[in-house]
């Protein structure tokens, strides 16, 4: 059975409809292919940064000087035509950033490491509900390029440190001085990649420290050979239980309890584990333990003297490892930090190519915002004329004067002929007294204005012109004060309650129940005053801040 | 709760120019927009704004501004008759306002001596606040003007504009005769009239969006046009003489529509003064003006001068001054019917 339409006639496509589909899915296929191509080939990031800044320049050349297009109508449609191969070239630079980036990263041995910052991608699922976790390879290329960068800079960071500790560490072995804290040299033993090198720094590390407190050692050993042999206790003298130190070492044998805590704060804390996630292996306090073997097997070697013969030329040895980690560090985050310039430079021609000009113009001539600026110029009373601030303290006077000066009534004795604010009490002023009859003459001039008697007399006669009868009839109260504008609340003499208890309540109660309490608020927030009653808000509103202030005798 | 944080924030390209935005406390915001909700539903119950106020108003903004506008160009264009649109601004409105003003524009315009006249009053008091900059923080005391950041600033301030447009309503009996001349005038061909009547008819001829205020004016004879502008100017300057609020001189700007050659250069050649108080003493100053000629009219004018015998930075001070018409505002209305017929057809 054919299908007919409304009027009888077949139902007819019109293939124009579907236009931009096609042309979506052909354009899909064309980088579909391009990504194929582009993964197939393997370049250096050298090379491929080189090709990168190339293709970008030429583009946003392209791009810039190509001038405004002409729409379907002959008008103006967009700034620039959008071709298929901008939009091709666009994509190819977007995978060879994707290319550069697995590069850089198998250079320095991170590409092994991409399930740990899974994992941190998949705890960021967690967090935002509704979003599934992106992997390493599925983020954004600028949030790949800030991942490894902070992992980068952590790392020189840390070589450095390192190489200022073992030269401190050098030092201090000549001449028999301290040792340094416990945390650096942790540092140093996750740096290095090698196990032997771990090995024996641990062991040199754990001599220095036996040297330091060998009593508790001895006490530790005690504990061992408890524990392991139940009661059959060694004829050495030394090493004798001491119920007194007992509860200093319960968990770890053999390791001091301060170490033990620094190590824990270190494994646990933000810095370190960031540090840790770069790593190939994760590491733990136990891995650690497992890569120097065991801590028996060093307590039994703790008076050997093969490591203090080979001390020196051990140190030398790590210094030139850490030389050539931090030289190679340097150079990849050379190579990121070319990488990011490049990827701007792509943004800004992607950005011209969809026509957002103003996002364009905002990442190119972006301006710094400011602090309130304060105000420069000072009147200097010794010449009588302004000058400018010379210090921070003159500006600041300068700013409390200028604004100070709007802020301030006119120096007059009166502000207005026709109007006189009622004196000020404890909660501010008490009211307006109008009065539209008074007749201003010459001899009020220098009440009103501040140096009145020194003005001209052509000035003095204008002033008082201005004050006729035209304008004092503006000043006159009305006969009968408005209905609509009586004050809607106020209280009963007796009981203390208002005269609309529900006009209270959509007021005090609704409106309160809408206000969330603001993150950084001190002090209480408005959702308290709900859970007064009305009796409570008014006595609150009235006894801290004199609001509604109303008359009892007033009748709406 | 008096205490306010004042954030002085320069103004582009102004040397010594601020705006500053102060920010209240929480709960003085929360009571102070309840009192403006009533406060504004009676005012507008009890119609006391003119029609022209547009500023914070239900229903209203600069859009009804525009129309008016519009309509009052295209008048220009229609009828030959010499028109003036004086421009007027005050200076610092908002913080500059005195307190003895602002409550006397309350009592003035129908506000009873107590409830929000009181509550005003009492929260108008001496105020700390402490203005804050990028070298530090100092104090200072609030005393006049409103906050910029305070929900009934605005509606206090629309009183207070309103004593402008009162001015401007007030009627000499000099006044009442150039009026009573104007008979072919009196009639409904014009879609925006904008001559003062004083028989109880509505008649917009002055609009007002804050601080920027404007009245318009139509007469039939250039001598009636030059006595009325004259009165106006004055009006405008004695109330600034009385309530202190000081005129910006350079942005009230007098416009001319529809007038002679001669009268520019009569125009050009006598400076137009009016009266303003700034800095605690009232001031003379000189209000720049512009002319929209008709080409006809411009050409006339260019003979008179002789304009292309003068001088460059002399040419230049004569630009300044005249515009040609036809009115830049006025091409959108015409393309519009234009295409409206096609589509039509």
Known sequence: MRRTGLHGNDLVFDDTQFKSCSKFRDQKLLYDKLQKKTANTSHTTEYLIGDLEKRASGLIKQLWYAGPCQGVDGKENKLVHIS??????????????????????????????LDVLDSAGQKRGRLRKGKGFRQFDNLPIPTKIRYLRTILLQNSRLIKRASQWIREFQFQQEHNLQTPQWSELIHILALLEDSKTIDKFSKLLYNMAIEEEEERIRHVQAIIHEKAHHANKSNDTSAKFNPQLEHQSNTLPGVPDDLEKEINDLLNGSNCQQFFGTRKHQLNFDTLLDCTSSWKDIISTIHSDEIDADVPNFIEDTLQKLDLASSKANHKLSQINSLQFMYRKSTHAYLLTVNKIGDFVSKVLFKDRSAPATHTEIWDASEQALRQCLNEREELIATQEFHGHWMDNSRATETCAFAKVLEVGKLGYRGIQLSPNRVVTLADVPSLIHNGNKLSLEIKEAFVRAHGIHIRNLFKPPHTDLRELFYPFYFHDKNGTMNEESRVEIFFGKRLRQYPPRPGMTGFSLQLLDVLDNVGKSFFLLSSNSFLLCDTSLKV | MKKISRFPIPKTGKANEYRPISLCHDLYCFLNG???TYSSAGIEKANILHVGITAFRKGKGCHSLVTVEQSFREDCL????????????????????????????????GFPNQGYLEFKASAMGAKEVEIVTCKGVTYAKFICGLEQGNPDSPTVANLVIKFKHDVWDIVSEEIKKIFLRQKSLDNEKYAFNSIDKFDGRVIICKIGYCDDN??????????????????????????????????????????????SAHLTLQLAQCTSIAWSFKHDSPIKETVPFLVHLEPAELDKLKTMIHYDTLSFEEQTKWDDIIQSAPHRHLGLLGTLSGDTSALIT
């Open chain 1, 84 to 113: 298929d191969d901008n939009a091709l070239e666009i994509a190819y630079i977007v995978n060879k950033f994707n290319i550069a980036i697995k590069e850089i990263m198998s250079d320095m041995s991170l590409i092994s490491d």
């Open chain 2, 34 to 36: 309840i009192i403006t």
């Open chain 2, 78 to 109: 229609e009828g030959n008759y010499p028109t003036v649109q004086l421009d007027e601004d005050e200076e610092k409105f908002f913080d500059r306002v005195p307190v003895a003003i602002l409550l006397a524009a309350m009592r003035v315009n």
């Open chain 2, 214 to 259: 404007s009245k318009f004016i139509r007469v039939e004879n250039e001598e009636d046009l030059m006595l009325l502008v004259h009165h106006y100017l004055q009006m405008a300057g004695d109330l600034s003489m009385t309530t202190k609020i000081g005129r910006k001189g350079s942005k009230c700007v007098i416009q001319f529509f529809n007038i």
